[in-house]
């Protein structure tokens, strides 16, 4: 089936670990994004590739860093630099610059103790 | 920089009535594209419908559709005939065209469908 996966589902860490969060999407999609997600709250950019070897910082890239090899994949570290860990995080992917949808994966509940 | 505002965090309607989810943004473009997501207990953020701004036509899906007020930057959801898996989370989000198509979202709306 095609799709985005993200894992692990649930990922704790301790304080001060950095923490890689995996996406995957076999859709073929030239682009790709990583949201945050806190409590009661909308979706925050934190950064998004259009482009293999390409990517760009959203809204909240601080303490983050991501890194685009290959086009169906796009994995985002959690660096100790990042103050507020804590959150659930979704990968989306979208055919190209001319098409406009977001596809989401399932999210990871990343948890730093 | 582009902002979405949903003023209604919680909303609470009877099963087979019909509810409206407000939305307002701000932005100086002209060219654009509205979004309204849903995220269920899963998490599981799915598209609901889509609207172009150049489109004067209100988009429609199924139960759900948009009343887009362009001038005033508005733009409501109206979900008829709700049911129960209608419960959920949902957001407006906006994507400027000439920005990479990243989504700026709203904060959201709670919406419980009551039996």
């Known amino acids: 089936d095609g799709g985005i996966t993200q894992s692990p589902k649930y990922l704790f860490r301790k304080e001060g670990q950095n923490v890689t969060l995996s996406c995957e999407q076999n859709?073929?999609?030239?682009?790709m994004y990583w949201y945050r997600q806190d409590p009661g709250q909308g979706l925050r950019l934190i950064y998004y590739?259009?482009?293999?070897?390409?990517?760009q910082k959203g809204d909240i890239a601080e303490g983050y860093s991501v890194s685009r090899e290959k086009k169906e994949s796009f994995p985002l570290t959690v660096t100790s630099a990042q103050k507020n860990p804590t959150a659930f995080y979704l990968c989306?992917?979208?055919?190209?610059?001319?098409?406009?949808?977001?596809?989401f994966g399932p999210g990871t509940r990343l948890t730093v103790t | 920089a582009q902002t979405v505002t949903q003023s209604q965090p919680e909303m609470s309607v009877q099963e087979a009535e019909t509810v409206t989810l407000s939305c307002t943004y701000d932005?100086?473009?002209?060219?654009?594209?509205l979004f309204w997501y849903k995220q269920p207990p899963s998490r599981q953020m799915i598209l609901v419908i889509r609207?172009?701004?150049?489109?004067?036509q209100n988009a429609t899906e199924n139960r759900f559709s948009v009343n887009f007020q362009k001038a005033a930057k508005s733009f409501s959801l109206k979900i008829s005939d709700s049911q129960l898996g209608d419960t959920a989370m949902y957001f407006c989000?906006?994507?400027?065209?000439?920005?990479?198509?990243?989504?700026?979202f709203g904060g959201g709306t709670r919406l419980m469908v009551k039996p």
């Open positions: 859709l073929n999609h030239d682009a």
């Open positions: 989306a992917s979208s055919p190209g610059p001319t098409a406009y949808e977001q596809y």
């Open positions: 932005t100086s473009e002209n060219n654009y594209y």
């Open positions: 609207q172009e701004a150049y489109k004067q």
């Open positions: 590739s259009q482009i293999v070897n390409d990517f």
């Open positions: 989000a906006f994507m400027n065209n000439n920005a990479g198509n990243m989504l700026t």
